[in-house]
Every structure is written in structure tokens, then in C-alpha cells.
């Protein structure tokens, strides 16, 4: 069975500081990797994808992935109060059905 | 903005009753899919569709049931609601092209007395 892990939080911390999100997942062919960001009484919005070794950067965010050790990361930084929210991570495999498994997320909350 | 709307955004029902959520699409995306989002427990999928009429279960598809009659829309029906059902229900979609990437609607609050 496919599982995805992220530690609940809340992660709290202060405004301009950098945020780092983690996500492990069970099973080794998983290829597509994303995170969505989902404020309180909303719908999930993507932030990010990844499908190779290493770091992706867009603009504050920063997505890191390591196949061998199974791990996805999302680092924010200068953090702001409007990056508070939950943060989930999600893991495919690649072609096929698209059917991602989602972590259960993070709470994240940036304090001013 | 992928297009999606959801109807309707907010229900109570009574248990018992069947209930039928509407997912709406405007951008011909063959894949649709089906969750609940509950406290503790994440996105969970119900159902999903591939294309009209072609659909398969998700890990929570118990007391759910759904119709894709035309590429647009995608139903999903509560058979005779609980109040375990009680729920927040997203649709998605599957972005086009090689990104495998999914777009959610607004959510559907359902609650069940």
C-alpha cells in the first residue's frame, strides 16, 4: 500500500524566516511529486512539481526531492503570514491512471 | 482557474436520504475524480473517471456511486446518506498535457443530520 507521510505541525515561524516542509513516501517507483497548499476552508492549489533528483525553485518556494532516501521537501522562504496555511504533499506514479496518494499535510503558521 | 464548479456548495440532509453532488468542467479534461477531506484523514478518493461513461473505484467508494454521461460533468450520489458522510467533497480534475498535475473545484460541505 502506498503511503505518504507529513508531520501534522503546526510548524510556527516567524515572518522572513524559512519554512521547511517534509514528506515521505513508501513505495520506490513513485515518479511525480507536488505540493499543494490549501488555506483554511478552501480548495487544494499546486505550488509545485518535481520529477527529478535535486531542487526546483520558483520564486520563494524551493521543492527538493531525493529518490534513494524517498523524501520530498518544500523550503519557503522569507516567509509572510499570507503562507500560513496547510501544506500537502502528493506522490504518483507515473503514466496509467493518474491516481496521486496525498499526505495528510502541515499546518504551517507564520507569526509576525 | 481549471474550470470547475461545484453544485452545491453547501447541504444538509437528513440521513438516509440520497444526495447527488455535480462536478462541472469546462475545459474537455477526460479525467475526473471524487474526494472527501475530513480532520485526520486528508484527501481520501471515492471515484474517478477516465473518460464518458468509464469509471472506477477509489479507497472510500462504500455508499458512493457516480455517472459520467457526457465529458463535463461528473456526478457523484450519496445512495442513502450517513452521517459518517458527513464530509467536505472536492472534484479534480487532470491537467492536460505532460504535466500529471491535478486542479481542484471549490468543495461541496455536506452535512448530515
Known amino acids: 500500500q502506498k503511503e505518504v507521510e507529513q508531520n501534522s505541525g503546526p510548524l510556527s515561524v516567524p515572518e522572513g524566516a524559512i519554512a521547511s516542509l517534509n514528506c515521505t513516501y513508501s513505495d520506490r517507483v513513485s515518479q511525480s511529486f507536488f505540493w499543494y497548499r490549501q488555506y483554511s476552508g478552501k480548495s487544494p492549489e499546486l505550488i509545485m512539481s518535481i520529477y527529478s533528483n535535486g531542487d526546483k525553485e520558483d520564486g520563494r518556494f524551493t521543492a527538493q526531492l531525493n529518490k534513494a532516501s524517498q523524501y520530498v521537501s518544500l523550503l519557503i522562504r522569507d516567509s509572510q503570514p499570507s503562507d500560513s496555511a496547510t501544506y500537502l504533499c502528493a506522490v504518483n506514479i507515473s503514466g496509467g491512471s493518474y491516481i496521486p496518494t496525498f499526505g495528510r499535510g502541515t499546518s504551517l503558521i507564520v507569526h509576525p | 482557474d481549471a474550470g470547475i464548479t461545484q453544485s452545491p456548495r453547501h447541504k444538509v440532509t437528513e440521513t438516509g436520504t440520497p444526495v447527488t453532488l455535480r462536478c462541472h468542467q469546462t475545459e474537455n479534461h477526460r479525467y475526473m475524480y471524487w474526494y472527501r477531506q475530513d480532520p485526520g484523514h486528508g484527501l481520501r478518493l471515492i471515484h474517478y473517471?477516465?473518460?464518458?461513461?468509464?469509471?472506477d473505484k477509489g479507497e472510500v467508494s462504500d455508499g458512493y456511486s457516480v455517472s459520467r454521461s457526457k465529458t463535463e460533468d461528473f456526478l457523484l450520489t450519496l445512495e442513502s446518506a450517513t452521517s459518517s458522510q458527513t464530509s467536505v467533497y472536492f472534484c479534480?480534475?487532470?491537467?492536460?498535457?505532460?504535466?500529471?498535475?491535478?486542479?481542484f473545484g471549490p468543495g461541496t460541505r455536506l452535512l448530515v443530520l
Open positions: 479534480a480534475i487532470r491537467g492536460s498535457g505532460t504535466q500529471e498535475t491535478q486542479y
Open positions: 473517471s477516465y473518460g464518458v461513461k468509464d469509471t
